[in-house]
Structure formats: C-alpha cells, structure tokens
Nanobody, 114 residues
Framework: VRLEESGGGTVQAGGSLRLSCVATGTIGSNYNMGWYRQAPGKQRELVAYIASGGSPKYADAVKGRFTISRDNAKNTVDLQMNNLKPEDTAVYYC?????????WGQGTQVTVSS
C-alpha cells in the first residue's frame, strides 16, 4: 500500500489549504483514514480521522476549522483546513490503518505565516 499526499504549502494566517491523500494497492474495505501532524521539536499528533462508515473525529485544536472527508471508491481522504493559524505549521501525514497494518505517507509541509 502506498500513500501519496498533496496540497501543502505556505499561507497567511486566516487562509485555507486543502490536503489530499490517495491510497494505492490492496487495503480491503475496513480501514481508517486520517491525518496527523508533527511540528518541529514536537511529537506527531492526531489531527482528524474517519473510520469506515464512521463519523469524523477531530483534535480539539482544529475543531470547527478543519474538515476531513473520504471517498471509499477512490481510496482518498482529504483535509480542508480553514482559518489557519501559525500554530498549525507542521508536516502533515496521511495515515491508513487496516486491522493488520498501519501505513504512512511521506508527509507534506504546511506553513502558516502570521
């Protein structure tokens, strides 16, 4: 399974970005898809995830600003990020978890300037 992310970049505070991730390979039908991020000097943390047939879950820091969505037919998961803040600056990673394995993307940089 390979995950490919796109959509990172630099934006001013208050702006928006949309991240996309496509999973290729055989992953079955029961898997969670989500986004994590890691800022310099900090641990990787959950941003949002959505299970197969489940409701989206968000970290408190992004509730009301970020929206995660997935397309099971295309094996994609998107993260719409609005009202971005400088503290959202990080490398964002796509993650897919099946009952047996966890897969990570290579990461995409998001930089929010004040």
């Amino acid at each position: 399974v390979r995950l490919e992310e796109s959509g990172g970049g630099t934006v001013q505070a208050g702006g928006s970005l949309r991240l996309s991730c496509v999973a290729t390979g055989t992953i079955g039908s029961n898997y969670n898809m989500g986004w994590y991020r890691q800022a310099p000097g900090k641990q990787r943390e959950l941003v949002a995830y959505i299970a197969s047939g489940g409701s989206p879950k968000y970290a408190d820091a992004v509730k009301g600003r970020f929206t995660i969505s997935r397309d099971n037919a295309k094996n994609t998961v998107d993260l719409q990020m609005n009202n971005l803040k400088p503290e959202d600056t990080a490398v964002y990673y796509c993650r897919v978890a099946t009952p047996l394995n966890v897969y990570w993307g290579q990461g995409t940089q998001v930089t929010v300037s004040s």
